[in-house]
C-alpha cells in the first residue's frame, strides 16, 4: 500500500519558498537535523499551503497562509500551533507540532511546522489498482463517524483549549459571520443565495452543550493506516478548530457528503469517495453519531443546510482571489460555479426538508 501514500509534487509556480531561509530557520528550531535540504508541495487543498520538507532522511510538513488572501482571520497560524501543541499529547491523530515563526521577514508570512504522518489521504478519485471494496468502505464510514465522535469527547478546558472561544451564541455569531463574509468577497450575483441566508437566519435553533469542534472535517482531512484503511492515524487542518456547537461540526461534515443518489452536478463536486458501495448515507453518518455521543439529531437538517451554504462561502472567499488577480492558479478560475450548485444543494435541502 506504500504506493497510496499522500505524494507530493514539485511547487507550484508562484507558491516557492525560499530554500536558503527555511534551511537556516529549521537548523535553528529543530535539533539533530543532518543532510541535504529538499521542499516539495502537497497540490491538494484550496486554502493553506501546504509544503513537504525533508532534511536527510526527516520528513516535516510547512503549513503558510496563500499568497495574496484577503482573510487573515482565517489564516492564522499561531492559534493552529497552538491548537496542535494542546491536542497532540492528548489525542495523537493530531499531527506533533515542532516550530511556529512569527517573524513574517522569513517567508513573507508566519508559518509553523509539524511532523509529517505518513499515510493514505482519500481524494475526489480514487487511484488505479486502489483497494476499497464494501467491506473496507463501511468499516472505514464507521471509524470516520467514530473519530468525529472522540473530538467531541476531549475535555477541552482540561488541555488548555478553554479560551479558544466564547461558545455563547455561538451558532448565531457563525451565520451572521458567514453571511458577512459571503457579502465581503461577492464577485457575482448567485440565485437562491438571498433565501438561504434568510431561512438560516431565521431558525437558528438553541445548541446542546459546546464541545471541541474540528470544523473542516471530511475524507481528505484525514490520514489513513497504509496497513489498514479502516484506521484513522491522523487528522489535519485544524485551522478553523473553535469551541462550539457539534452538530454544526456534524453538519458540515455531513453537508461534504455526496451519495449516489444525488444530483449529478452535486456528486461531480465530490470532497472523497463517499458514495462507493457500502457508504454510510447521510441520514445514517447522522444516526451513529447519535447512538455514539447520546446527542439529539432530530434538527440535523438545519445543520447540513448551514454547513452546505458555509461550503459555498469557503469557495467564494477563494475564488475571490482569483477574481481580483491575488493568484494566478488555474485550479480557481470554475470555482464560481462551485459556489452556485452548492447554495441550490442548500436551497433543495431546505425545500426536501431531509438530508
Given amino acids: 500500500m506504500s504506493q497510496f501514500i499522500d505524494p507530493t509534487k514539485r511547487i507550484r509556480q508562484g507558491e516557492e519558498l525560499d530554500l536558503a531561509a527555511v534551511r537556516k530557520y529549521l537548523a535553528e528550531q529543530v535539533p539533530g537535523l543532518e543532510g541535504e535540504i529538499a521542499i516539495e508541495q502537497f497540490p491538494s487543498g484550496h486554502s493553506n499551503l501546504t509544503y513537504m520538507i525533508k532534511v536527510g532522511e526527516r520528513e516535516m510538513v510547512l503549513r503558510r497562509p496563500p499568497f495574496g488572501s484577503k482573510v487573515k482571520s482565517a489564516h492564522d497560524m499561531g492559534r493552529e500551533y497552538r491548537i496542535l501543541s494542546a491536542l497532540h499529547p492528548v489525542y495523537p491523530p493530531a499531527p506533533l507540532p515542532l516550530a511556529f515563526c512569527e517573524d513574517e521577514s522569513v517567508l513573507g508570512a508566519k508559518f509553523y511546522v509539524m511532523e509529517r504522518i505518513r499515510g493514505v489521504i482519500?481524494?475526489?478519485?480514487?487511484?488505479?489498482?486502489f483497494p476499497f471494496p464494501p467491506e473496507t468502505v463501511k468499516g472505514l464510514c464507521e471509524s470516520f463517524i467514530k473519530n468525529l465522535a472522540q473530538i467531541h469527547a476531549i475535555d477541552y478546558n482540561a488541555v488548555g483549549l478553554g479560551g479558544l472561544a466564547k461558545p455563547e451564541g455561538f451558532l448565531k455569531r457563525q451565520v451572521d459571520g458567514w453571511s458577512d463574509r459571503y457579502y465581503g468577497s461577492q464577485t457575482h450575483d448567485v440565485e437562491r443565495v438571498e433565501r438561504v441566508i434568510a431561512w438560516c437566519k431565521g431558525r437558528v435553533p438553541a445548541s446542546p452543550a459546546p464541545t471541541l469542534i474540528h470544523n473542516d472535517y471530511k475524507y481528505d482531512n484525514i490520514i489513513l493506516d497504509p496497513a489498514d484503511l479502516t484506521k484513522i492515524i491522523g487528522v489535519l487542518d485544524w485551522e478553523m478548530s473553535t469551541i462550539g456547537d457539534p452538530l454544526m461540526?456534524?453538519?458540515?461534515?455531513?453537508?461534504?457528503?455526496?451519495?449516489?443518489?444525488?444530483?449529478?452536478?452535486?456528486?461531480?463536486?465530490?470532497?472523497?469517495?463517499?458514495?462507493?458501495?457500502?457508504?454510510?448515507?447521510?441520514?445514517?453518518?447522522?444516526?451513529?453519531?447519535?447512538?455514539?455521543?447520546?446527542r439529539d439529531v432530530s434538527n440535523i437538517h438545519y445543520y447540513v443546510v448551514f454547513g452546505?451554504?458555509?461550503?459555498?462561502?469557503?469557495?467564494?472567499?477563494?475564488?475571490?482571489?482569483?477574481?481580483?488577480?491575488?493568484?494566478?492558479?488555474?485550479?480557481?478560475?470554475?470555482?464560481?460555479?462551485?459556489?452556485?450548485?452548492?447554495?441550490?444543494?442548500?436551497?433543495?435541502t431546505i425545500e426536501r426538508g431531509t438530508i
Avoid at 453537508?255 to 452535486?266: K, N
Avoid at 451554504?309 to 469557495?315: E, T
Fill in 122 to 129: 482519500l481524494r475526489k478519485t480514487l487511484p488505479e489498482g
Fill in 308 to 348: 452546505l451554504f458555509k461550503l459555498a462561502v469557503i469557495i467564494q472567499q477563494i475564488y475571490y482571489r482569483f477574481h481580483h488577480g491575488l493568484t494566478k492558479d488555474e485550479r480557481f478560475k470554475p470555482l464560481i460555479e462551485v459556489v452556485k450548485v452548492l447554495v441550490q444543494a442548500a436551497d433543495q
Fill in 249 to 294: 461540526d456534524l453538519g458540515c461534515t455531513i453537508s461534504y457528503w455526496v451519495q449516489s443518489d444525488d444530483p449529478a452536478e452535486l456528486r461531480l463536486l465530490a470532497f472523497g469517495p463517499t458514495s462507493q458501495p457500502g457508504s454510510f448515507t447521510r441520514q445514517q453518518l447522522a444516526d451513529r453519531y447519535a447512538e455514539l455521543t447520546g
